[in-house]
């Protein structure tokens, strides 16, 4: 047998490599809400793949969005700041309602660590907490309408005084632009506190601009 011969049988016996899969949790974060009307179950894929899952009266519907890979590095990475891994474990109230929620977020970082989080629709809210609840519920409008793009949120649409939305229905305002640092500065209108964003992460946590008072 020729040795090119040998070698093509070589390689033909040899088994084809499957590529490991990523270590670590498979998901960015899962958010699980409950009441008495039924559940919501979102959950951010590390592949970008975001499912969500909701049960009323006995019936299962399941919808499932692929994120850009923009979209999906910016949340996978938003949540595991570690402002929230900061965050109580619980912050529930304990009060009860017929249609209040309670709800348990997790979230999980690359290298396996996992961080849960509860609340209830009676939980006061700090920054920090409420920052992760607005993000959470932007991803969960996702599958109502796109996010919006870049350009909705161009350094000459942030004049100070311009009104933000943010996804929890907070506004704020326009109090500052650093187009050369490329933050923005925001003021709480219904929330008492100040902080600067990223321009290019807006649009992760908040409607286009509305037009100035």
């Known amino acids: 047998m020729t040795p090119v011969l040998v070698l093509a049988c070589a390689l033909a016996a040899s088994p084809t490599l499957t590529p490991e899969p990523p270590r670590g949790p498979t998901f960015c974060a899962e958010w699980i809400r409950q009441s008495g009307e039924g559940y919501d179950r979102l959950t951010l894929f590390r592949n970008g793949v975001l499912v969500w899952k909701t049960s009323r009266e006995g019936r299962d ?4 969005e692929t994120l850009e890979s923009a979209e999906r590095d910016f ?18 109230t304990g009060l009860a309602g017929k249609l209040a929620s309670s709800s348990s977020v997790t979230l999980a970082r690359p290298d396996g660590g996992r961080k849960t989080i509860r609340f209830d629709d009676f ?31 161009a350094p000459a649409q942030l004049p100070p005084g311009t009104l933000l939305k943010r996804f929890d229905g907070a506004m704020f305002r326009v ?6 640092t490329g933050f923005v500065e925001i003021v709480g209108v219904t929330e008492p506190y100040t902080q600067f964003v990223k321009i290019e992460e807006l649009r992760y946590r908040f409607f286009p601009p509305s037009a100035r008072p």
């Open 123 to 153: 939980s006061s809210g700090t920054a920090e907490s409420s920052s992760l609840r607005s993000s959470l519920e932007g991803l969960r409008g996702i599958f109502l309408s796109s996010l919006a793009p870049p350009s909705r949120f």
């Open 175 to 180: 109090n500052r632009l650093e187009s050369d």
């Open 75 to 92: 949340y996978c990475t938003f949540f595991a700041r570690d402002e929230f891994w900061s965050l109580a474990g619980d912050l529930r």
């Open 61 to 64: 519907e399941v919808k499932r």
